[in-house]
């Protein structure tokens, strides 16, 4: 399929606005070992109604971003595949979009600016969408990967109006979309009272991610309204999960129909 210029800002600013609720896969190049095994174990995803993937991780210690990425494009059909980098050489132009991260709950300059500084110039070579999103670490339990790697402190669940301070200064800056993360493999989720806060005070696309390993996770999340959902972890350790919480998110949209 040709890329189209804002083939997903639509994507994310429909479910938004018809409050649908949204899909994104998490791959970590970092865990495939067999880009063989992990096709076959994947190739049907391209019929399904997953709305995004995504790729990218905290750290890559395979050097196979690349070869991922394109193989991930090989099998996603006209689902678009996303870049979401944990440093600016995750970067390829195979993929249609990239999420312009800033690490806007910690004050490392180097994860508010200095990765989009080394980035920006290959990106603008690129034809590749670009999606401003402030990314927000929210977690009061866990030592996680984007904490280790970033070296800042994490949000707390327990102050949700410096979470709302923090998601209305990244869109006072621009940002078209927010992302409230827990971090990779979380044991507990963002908390639904900071999820809501926020939807209500910023009127924007809401990603949540983190810890959403079951189903039940997965509609608080929505519930409490998260417009697009990422689980990464599960699915890696148990594939079938992709199948499940897709038929979540159905069940979610199809019940939205009848009310
Ligand atoms: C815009 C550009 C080019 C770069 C932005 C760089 C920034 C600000 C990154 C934010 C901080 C960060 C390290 C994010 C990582 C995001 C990510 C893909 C996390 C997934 O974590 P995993 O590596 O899967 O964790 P585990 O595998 O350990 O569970
Ligand atoms: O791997 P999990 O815990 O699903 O987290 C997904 C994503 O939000 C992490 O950056
Ligand atoms: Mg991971």
Redesign the pocket.
Known sequence: MLKSKNRISKILQKLHSAQRKGLAWLI?P??IACLKAFQDTFDWVAESDLDLIFVG?SQLGRDNFVEVVRKVKSISGDIPVVLFPGSSFQVDDQADGILFLSLLSGRNPEYLIGQQVQAAPRINQMDIEVLPTAYLLVNDQDQTSVQNVSQTTPLSNAAPDFVEATALAGKFLGMDYCYLEAG?GASIPVAQQVISQVKSAIDAPLIVGGGIDTVDKANRAFYAGADLIVV??AIEKDPGFLAEVLACKSFRNASLNVN
Do not use: A, E, L, M
């Open positions: 970590d970092d865990k991780g990779s990464g972890n």
